[in-house]
């Protein structure tokens, strides 16, 4: 039986339920304030123990990496990420999730050909384009001084 791109279309509409978009935002906005808030907080704790604000946010940032890989590595990160969609995956803890995932799904395979070569194949990307941008943004920065 031949299917036409249309007809398919239409069956694909039928069997696909829609989105909750406005949710699905809300619950992302939420989360990823959340995890900010959390941030913010830390950083405010670490300058009542006399930290300088910049080492502050430093210390703030390393903790919420480590919080990002622990979570993800009892699998309770991957849980929130389902729920709160790119709430959870945009902030830094996001990026370590991505780190340690793909670590954990092929450290079987030993340490040198499953998880050293697999640990960045989702952040890899981002560090690429992430470091490439940033060059550019500098040589663009730095030709703008010139004149």
Same mark, same amino acid.
Do not use: R
């Given at each position: 039986?031949?299917?036409?791109?249309?007809?398919?279309?239409?069956?694909?509409?039928?069997?696909?339920?829609?989105?909750? /978009?406005?949710?699905?935002?809300?619950?992302?906005?939420?989360? $990823?304030?959340? /995890?900010?808030?959390?941030?913010?907080?830390?950083?405010? /704790?670490?300058?009542?123990? $006399?930290?300088?604000?910049?080492?502050?946010?430093?210390?703030?940032?390393?903790?919420?990496?480590?919080?990002?890989?622990?979570?993800?590595?009892?699998?309770?990160?991957?849980?929130?990420?389902?729920?709160?969609?790119?709430?959870?995956?945009?902030?830094?803890?996001?990026?370590?999730?991505?780190?340690?995932?793909?670590?954990?799904?092929?450290?079987?395979? $030993?340490?040198?050909?499953?998880?050293?070569?697999?640990?960045?194949?989702?952040?890899?990307?981002?560090?690429?384009?992430?470091?490439?941008?940033? /060059?550019?943004? $500098?040589?663009?920065?730095?030709?703008?001084?010139?004149?």
């Amino acid at each position: 039986m031949a299917v036409t791109k249309k007809q398919y279309a239409q069956m694909a509409n039928v069997q696909s339920p829609n989105s909750p /978009i406005v949710k699905n935002c809300v619950w992302a906005f939420c989360t $990823g304030g959340a /995890i900010c808030t959390v941030g913010q907080s830390m950083t405010n /704790i670490y300058q009542q123990f $006399g930290l300088k604000e910049l080492d502050a946010s430093n210390a703030a940032t390393i903790t919420l990496v480590f919080l990002g890989a622990f979570l993800t590595g009892l699998h309770v990160y991957d849980k929130l990420a389902k729920y709160a969609g790119a709430g959870s995956l945009v902030p830094i803890t996001g990026f370590a999730n991505a780190v340690v995932s793909p670590a954990l799904e092929y450290k079987s395979e $030993g340490f040198v050909l499953g998880l050293g070569a697999k640990m960045f194949t989702i952040a890899g990307p981002v560090l690429v384009y992430g470091i490439t941008a940033s /060059i550019l943004y $500098g040589l663009v920065l730095w030709i703008f001084k010139l004149f």
